[in-house]
């Protein structure tokens, strides 16, 4: 049951992070780091313009997009895309959990064996994965910040304060909302283990 849990939670912000790449690449904005987890690199190779690497803290992951919280003029940063275009960028990781999530429990319910008692034994590897797919995927919908759907509101601070000064108002709440998502992380894993154990 743990390994499905962790290789589930894994490959789900694979696949969040690589849609967020694959979107960044399309509109051509530039990705300086795609990482899977946090932390300092347990391994990291350049390719292109974009180093990919492995955290040692495998509690998410991310993308850092040329001067995706600093003001720039070049053509492929961040802070230049039109709207449509930081949109794409943003809703690509989570409409990618949500579809991945929807298919996985659908195929998940499909019978893969049966007995004469009528017992069904569905797929609990796609079960899991579809589970956290899809609450990955609307859960980064939510407008917290270090959250996807927080992202819309930077584009409010640009309106309210100006490029320079609403970039520097997002990334520090950013800073402040992931250092508040990894504490309840952290916190959720003795949870986890408890529940496991009472179970």
């Known amino acids: 049951m743990i390994i499905l ?11 969040h992070e690589l849609a967020h790449l694959f979107a960044a690449k399309l509109v051509n904005c530039k990705v300086e780091i795609f990482s899977i987890g946090f932390g300092r690199p347990i391994l990291k190779k350049k390719i292109g313009q974009t180093i990919y690497q492995i955290g040692w803290i495998p509690l998410g992951g991310y993308n850092k997009l040329k001067d995706e919280c600093s ?9 230049n895309l039109r709207y449509r275009d930081k949109l794409i960028i943003i809703s690509a990781g989570c409409l990618t959990n ?24 569905h797929n609990y590897g796609l079960f899991y994965f579809g589970c956290f797919s899809l609450l990955l995927g609307i859960g980064n919908f939510l407008p917290f910040p270090s959250l996807d759907g927080f992202y819309p509101f930077g584009i409010l601070l640009e309106k309210f304060y100006g490029k320079e000064k609403g970039n520097l108002i997002l990334n520090k709440l950013n800073h402040i909302g992931f250092i508040i998502l990894m504490v309840l992380n952290i916190l959720c894993i003795p949870l986890f283990i408890w529940l496991k154990i009472m179970k």
Do not use: H, Q
Not at 5 to 15: A, K, Q, R
Not at 100 to 118: D, T
């Open 5 to 15: 849990f962790v290789t589930s939670l894994v490959l789900c912000i694979i696949l």
């Open 98 to 121: 949500i579809i991945f999530g929807l298919i996985s429990l659908f195929f998940a319910r499909i019978v893969v064996e049966y007995n004469p008692l009528i017992i069904y034994y």
């Open 71 to 79: 003001v720039s003029k070049d053509k492929d940063s961040f802070s």
